[in-house]
């Protein structure tokens, strides 16, 4: 591999961790300052993606779009959170895995009767289509360079809301310990839902963003909602700093692995069955990640407690 | 004496019906098909091509009952046994992915009764496991895909990169147009089944060198890489199967997709009488362009209505000579079975045209003429 093919692939690698990131960010959030298990984070990414091609199809104005996916998904989030997840918080994980489940499903086939089952179309808006030419001479699409910036600003957006201002000093506290701040005067139920349709609307944006460059269309949120808790779990639960470095981490791991591991085993072994075998391989890389991670810091990479 | 007049006249009337319509019988076909969750467009446009056929039938003895197998095996299997156990299904059709067909078509012939497949055409079915009461109506597998090997040979690629998930109908994919390509590989990937990223795929194809990439991506993944192929600059010509470049799909990968080459048997320009009322009543009745798959299920919907026209289908010999021989309209032109039930059909390029503000896919070019399946031999017979 030349020195500028790895450079692509590692920037390949952050983009991937950048999204990874904005879908995490929600979950961990959730997670840790509420205790609850949200299988229903990924239809909220669908949801978030449907909105944005909806409107952009509807206006003709992927920004517009943008922020109908933000607005459309915190909304539901609000929604899902007082209706069903309220009544969850004292329950056990079984019965929130039980109840975000059925979400999955009527959010699924909501989305399916509102929208048909043929996948939207959402393209990148036109300012940020196509390849730029970045030092060295190598071809970079614009759209994917802006994603990656885009999720270093949000992460540094959330850094400063939890660590600098009155809501974040809550959302900590309410991590801490959830009695002692209800008793000092906050009202921790609406506290919950802002924090439960933050963490929505970071995962509409990220639908919406990811769903120009993929594809709209029902159940695209399960696969990503998997790996977003594969990084929470590496990156230690409830933590935004450990979220940002294990989806960078997973992304550059499953990235490289996917393009170096084929070739690896091409050097002993025939093209069609490295081919095959490192494929496989590959797809398996960053589950062994996580284990490793687990072996050595069982609490994840930035544990909350130390 | 009213009473016998009218009574003369309605037996007058009957025997003149009688003797215009030959003899048309009635079956009961069970659809099974995927018409929720992924994938649940191709499924939707089977039922809908299918039934189109159905209703424009003058055969009103035709009973159909559909059920969707949310593209589960194990549910594709009970919805099969109930329908053939207390539906008391004669004829039985519409499943959409193999591994739900293999899981299927065999019990569903061993117990006597007919399967016609609209779209998936598993190797096994066309080989060693043919059966006299299987006919697939669409294409062995490999079909499309050997037709774009044979495409790429005919304008001198040299240099290919293929590209396909990591799962049974991929591999067949690279196999079969490996079977018909003859330049060199400039890189063989197998991507994971789902996935939605490819950029790291498309760093290495630009790195590769190749004169053309044919790939093999069904839904989402498909629509996901010719977008993020388009905006990367790579412009290395991209060959495909008409999976990924059908009228369902079309429209989600946007201009991205314009003047890719694709390999079907099916186009909606093609140029017969049976394909042009096809193409406007589909649009007349459902709003939209009918895409591949819904000229196939029109196709089996017709073929079975062709063989009621001439047999009983509770005579099966008659009734299998009856279907064998094919005797309808096809939207493709010309149809015909192979020993294994397998058609013996043109495979025709296409490119993706804009048509006013609408893409769709127009003929450019034969890639296999009379094409037969690889594993026909295989087949006893």
Known sequence: MTAALFFEQLLNGMQFGVTLFLMAAGLTLVFGVMGLINLAHGSLYMIGAFACAAVAAATGSFWLGLVASIVAAAFAGAIIEVSVIRRLYDRDHLDQVLATFALILIISEGCRFVFGSFPLFLDVPAILAGPVILPGGLPYPIYRLSIIVVGGLVALGLYLLIAKTRLGIRIRAGEADREMIAALGVDIRTLYTIVFALGAGLAGFAGAMVGALQSVQVGMGEPVLILAFVVIVIGGIGSIKGALIASILVGVVDTLGRVSLPSMFGLFMDPSAASSIGSSISSMLIYVLMAVVLIFKPEGLVSQNG | ?381
């Open chain 2, 1 to 381: 004496m009213r009473h016998l007049k009218k009574f003369a006249v309605s037996a007058l009337a009957l025997t003149l019906a009688a003797s215009s319509m030959a003899y048309a019988g009635g079956a009961k076909i069970g659809m099974i098909t995927t018409l929720s969750g992924g994938g649940s467009g191709l499924g939707i446009d089977v039922r809908d091509g299918f039934m189109l056929a159905i209703n424009q039938s003058d055969n009103k003895d035709v009973e159909v009952v559909i059920e969707d197998d949310a593209r589960k095996p194990e549910l594709a299997v009970q919805i099969a046994d109930k329908m053939i156990q207390s539906e008391k299904v004669d004829i039985l059709t519409g499943i959409i992915w193999s591994n739900l067909a293999m899981a299927v078509v065999p019990s569903v012939v061993a117990q006597g009764k007919f399967y016609l497949s609209p779209n998936a055409g598993p190797s096994q079915l066309a080989g060693k496991g043919c059966n006299p009461n299987y006919f697939n109506v669409a294409w062995q597998n490999d079909n499309l895909h050997e037709a774009m090997g044979a495409y790429a040979n005919a304008v001198g690629y040299k240099n290919s990169y293929i590209l396909a998930p990591n799962y049974p109908a991929g591999k067949d994919a690279l196999t079969g147009y490996k079977r018909f390509y003859e330049g060199d590989l400039a890189g063989e990937v197998y991507t994971k089944l789902g996935a939605t990223d490819y950029a790291a795929e498309i760093a290495q194809i630009r790195a590769s060198g190749a004169d053309s990439v044919f790939f093999f991506l069904p839904g989402g993944m498909g629509i996901a890489f010719m977008k993020q192929y388009a905006a990367s600059g790579v412009d290395i010509p991209v060959l495909g199967p008409a999976f990924s470049f059908d009228q369902g799909i079309l429209g989600a990968v946007g201009d991205a997709a314009l003047g890719v080459k694709n390999s079907s048997q099916w186009s909606n320009d093609l140029d017969n009488d049976a394909n042009k009322a096809f193409v406007a009543s589909f649009q007349e009745a459902y709003g939209r362009l009918p895409s591949l798959y819904a000229s196939q299920g029109f196709d089996t919907a017709n073929l079975i209505l062709s063989a009621l026209d001439g047999a009983d289908v509770k005579d099966a010999d008659a009734f299998r000579a009856a279907l064998k021989v094919a005797e309808f309209d096809s939207v493709r032109g010309d149809f015909r079975f192979g020993n294994n039930n397998h058609p013996i059909q043109n495979i025709y390029v296409r490119e993706v045209v804009k048509d006013g503000d609408v893409l769709t896919n127009k003929i450019v070019g034969l890639a296999l003429e009379q094409h037969t399946d690889a594993y026909a031999q295989e087949c006893g017979m």
